[in-house]
């Protein structure tokens, strides 16, 4: 048998050899060339809202918690339980709210689940909670909670309502996702 003779002029390129590299796209749509898939997100509005509120109930726990300063710089160098109570769970509420809120505005949705999350256990500590620790009747929690009469009280008012819109909205971000279609390298 004889070989083929040489053409001089190929009329087509050559076929690509085994182990050579390929030019061009492969087939196939973009998540069988090695990108990434797109990741869920929270949704953008509902976060940015979720988190702006968050920011606003942690300053009015950081009013809580300066009033009760306040009102221990007037004592006569003596601690009462509950003023430090107040000035440590507001601080520490409040840093632990922006955090979330951060992960909330980032549009994570664990971050958003987290400030609901957060947001719940306030509103349920303040009813729930600090009436059983302190031996407080329900009633009289209300009524010194919506009574607006001092500024720890106008404080904490203020971040029950807001903990509750934030709730609402950090949940409404976590559970309605959007897709980054960005291809992250």
Known sequence: MQPNPPQPYP???????????HYG?????????GAAP???????????????????????LVWFALYNVVVAAGTDGRLPGITVQNMAS???SAVVLVVAAAFTFAR??????????LCV???????????????TSFGAQVKWLFS?????????????FLAVLTAITSAIAASVKS??????V
Request: without cysteine; hydrophobic residues 45%.
């Open 11 to 21: 009329s087509r390129p050559n076929p690509p050899q085994p182990g050579s590299p």
């Open 25 to 33: 796209q492969p087939p196939g749509g973009p998540a069988q060339w």
């Open 38 to 60: 797109a990741k869920p997100r929270a949704n953008a509005v509902a976060a940015v809202i979720a988190g702006v509120l968050a920011l606003l109930a942690a300053g009015m």
């Open 90 to 92: 507001g601080v520490i």
């Open 108 to 117: 994570r949705i664990p971050g958003a689940w987290t400030l609901f999350g």
């Open 121 to 135: 256990f306030y509103v349920v500590a303040v009813f729930v909670g600090t009436p059983l620790v302190w031996g």
């Open 148 to 160: 607006f009469d001092d500024s720890d009280s106008t404080a904490m008012a203020l971040t029950i």
């Open 179 to 184: 897709y980054d279609t960005k291809t992250r």
